[in-house]
Each structure stands twice: as structure tokens, then as C-alpha cells.
């Protein structure tokens, strides 16, 4: 076997491997999503003047919603994640109690 070939068998991944590798790297677009959608959605309830306190909830229940929607299973994760800084978030905007 000369040396280009031996590279490209050698670079292959099995099959189950190369699965396992796009499983991973999917999960890991999936999260920085995730980081993203949520970020924006607190940047946009920290920022907006005209923003009340129903639309922010709407916009944190929009964003559970469609953080459950990637992660189905994950609603613990969320709520010890995600779920106290935005409530601190619309305690500090709101002055909620």
C-alpha cells in the first residue's frame, strides 16, 4: 500500500465511530444555540425601554418552550440552569418581588 492510500485508510473512521461524531458535533451546535436563543432573549428583556413585564414572560416562556423543543428531556437542566437568571433578570428589571 503506498502512502496516499495508507493516509486515507488510516483517516477513516469506522462506521459506528463516524455516527457517534456527528451525534457529538450536532448536541454541540444544538447547545451553542441554546446559549445564543437565551443570551438574546435576556440581552432583549435587559435592554428594551418599552418592554413589559407580560412580554418578558412571554419571551421567557417562548424560550423554554423552544429549549425543551431541542432537548426534550432536559427540562431539570433548564430549570437549574436558565431558569434562575432569568428570574433574577426580571426581578432586577421589574423590581418584582
Known amino acids: 500500500m503506498n502512502i ?3 493516509a486515507r485508510h488510516e483517516s477513516s ?3 459506528g465511530e463516524e455516527e457517534a461524531r456527528r451525534e457529538t458535533e450536532e448536541e454541540g451546535r444544538k447547545i451553542r444555540r441554546l446559549q445564543l436563543m437565551m443570551s438574546m432573549v435576556m440581552s432583549v428583556i435587559s435592554q428594551d425601554p418599552s418592554l413589559t ?3 418578558a414572560s412571554e ?3 417562548g424560550a423554554k418552550r423552544a429549549a425543551l423543543a431541542m432537548f426534550p428531556d ?3 437542566a433548564y430549570d437549574l ?3 434562575p437568571r432569568v428570574q433574577r433578570l426580571m426581578k432586577e428589571r421589574f ?3
Open 4 to 6: 496516499p492510500e495508507r
Open 13 to 15: 473512521f469506522p462506521l
Open 53 to 55: 413585564v407580560e412580554e
Open 59 to 61: 419571551l421567557a416562556a
Open 74 to 76: 432536559k427540562e431539570l
Open 81 to 83: 440552569l436558565y431558569k
Open 95 to 97: 423590581r418584582l418581588q
